[in-house]
């Protein structure tokens, strides 16, 4: 089993991978179609691979805090949730204004955080399974 400190440093590296993967698609797009679909959102493509990083990180550290739960599926499932919230809850809060933020966007960032943070934490744990089996 590996150490705490070994866990952290873990998922922070799964979640700055997952933040360059997204980058990459964000800087294509951009060089592909310019920043006009960025600005129809009210974001900058900069703004967005900064948020990619910082949201993916700090679900890395999440995640590699209860790394230990990967064991079950139940926790792998979690494990999915909580790495991909903060980037659902990043975007939610800079696509919207401050003063328009309400409970409903908080749901709909919890929804799509469950459905795929859920069905990658569960694939991961299958996969998982599989390689032990």
């Known amino acids: 089993m590996r150490r705490p400190g070994m866990n952290l440093v ?68 979690t494990l999915g949730f909580v790495g991909v919230f903060p980037a659902y809850a990043a975007f939610t809060v800079q696509l919207r204004r401050r003063d328009e933020l309400g409970a409903g966007d908080l749901l709909l960032a919890i929804v799509f955080s469950a459905v795929v943070g859920g069905a990658v934490g569960y694939t991961s744990w299958r996969e998982d399974q599989k390689q032990r089996t």
Not at 55 to 68: D, I, N, Q, W
């Open 10 to 77: 873990a998922g922070v590296k799964l979640g700055l991978l997952a933040a360059t993967c997204f980058s990459v698609l964000t800087i294509a797009l951009r060089l592909i179609g310019g920043s006009k679909r960025f600005e129809e959102f009210g974001i900058s493509w900069l703004d967005a691979v900064l948020t990619y990083y910082g949201a993916f990180a700090l679900g890395g550290l999440l995640v590699g805090l209860l790394l230990p739960l990967r064991r079950f599926a139940l926790g792998s499932i």
